[in-house]
T-cell receptor, first 113, second 110 residues
Framework: DAGITQSPRHKVTETGTPVTLRCHQT?????MYWYRQDPGHGLRLIHY???????DKGEVSDGYSVSRSKTEDFLLTLESATSSQTSVYFC????????????FGPGTRLTVT | SQQGEEDPQALSIQEGENATMNCSYK?????LQWYRQNSGRGLVHLIL?????REKHSGRLRVTLDTSKKSSSLLITASRAADTASYFC??????????FGKGTKLTVNP
C-alpha cells in the first residue's frame, strides 16, 4: 500500500458538531483528494489540492472545507455535521492530476446521528 | 454527474470463468482507468489506458477502449475467488479531475 493513512478510521458524531478528518501521506505526492462513497452514487470528489495552500472544489463540496498547510497532510472539515454527510470518506494522492493513477487510503467511516 | 457508468451492476460467476465488465462514458477523454475495491478497503489502481490505445494487458487483465463508442471493457480471465470485489472505471473527461462510475460488483464463487 502507498503510504497513506487516514484518521480516525471510524467516528460517530451528533448533528451540528464539527468534525475534522485527517489524511497523511509519506509519498511526497503533490496532489491530494477527498472523496465520499455512498451506495448508489459511487465515488464523488469533494475537494482536492494541487499543492500546499492550493485547493479547489469538487462535485459535492457544499458543507465541507479543506486545508493543506504541509505537503503530507490534507484535512477535511465538516463545520456542522448533518445526517446527509454520513458516508465513507476516502483520501487519495497522485503525482499528477488526471493522467496519473491515484492511490487511496483505507477510508474513514463517519456516522452522523 | 457520473462520467463513467459500469455495466452490469453485479456479476456472479464460477471460479475459472472469465468476467467481463463494461464502462460507458459521455465526453472526450485523455485516459481511462480501472480500479478494484475489496470490501471495506480503499480503491486500488489496476490499469490505465490512454485515448490513443485500443487494448492493454496486465497479467490476467485485458482492457479495451473504443473512443468512437465511448466505451471500455475490463476482462478478467480465469477468475479466482480472490477477484471478488467491486470494479470501477474512472475517466478524466478531458478535465483535470477523475470521475468514477458506480462500479460493478463481481462475485467469484469457489
Amino acid at each position: 500500500d502507498a503510504g497513506i493513512t487516514q484518521s480516525p478510521r471510524h467516528k460517530v458524531t451528533e448533528t451540528g458538531t464539527p468534525v475534522t478528518l485527517r489524511c497523511h501521506q509519506t509519498e511526497n505526492h503533490r496532489y491530494m483528494y477527498w472523496y465520499r462513497q455512498d451506495p448508489g452514487h459511487g465515488l464523488r470528489l469533494i475537494h482536492y489540492s494541487y499543492g500546499v495552500k492550493d485547493t479547489d472544489k469538487g462535485e459535492v463540496s457544499d458543507g465541507y472545507s479543506v486545508s493543506r498547510s504541509k505537503t503530507e497532510d490534507f484535512l477535511l472539515t465538516l463545520e456542522s455535521a448533518t445526517s446527509s454527510q454520513t458516508s465513507v470518506y476516502f483520501c487519495a494522492i497522485s503525482e499528477a492530476i488526471g493522467v496519473k493513477e491515484q492511490y487511496f487510503g483505507p477510508g474513514t467511516r463517519l456516522t452522523v446521528t | 454527474s457520473q462520467q463513467g457508468e459500469e455495466d452490469p451492476q453485479a456479476l456472479s460467476i464460477q471460479e475459472g470463468e472469465n468476467a467481463t465488465m463494461n464502462c460507458s462514458y459521455k465526453t472526450s477523454i485523455n485516459n481511462l482507468q480501472w480500479y478494484r475495491q475489496n470490501s471495506g478497503r480503499g480503491l486500488v489502481h489496476l490499469i490505465l489506458i490512454r485515448s490513443n490505445e485500443r487494448e492493454k494487458h496486465s497479467g490476467r487483465l485485458r482492457v479495451t477502449l473504443d473512443t468512437s463508442k465511448k466505451s471500455s471493457s475490463l476482462l478478467i480471465t480465469a477468475s479466482r475467488a480472490a477477484d471478488t470485489a467491486s470494479y470501477f472505471c474512472a475517466t478524466d473527461g478531458g478535465s483535470e479531475k477523475l470521475v468514477f462510475g458506480k462500479g460493478t460488483k463481481l462475485t467469484v464463487n469457489p
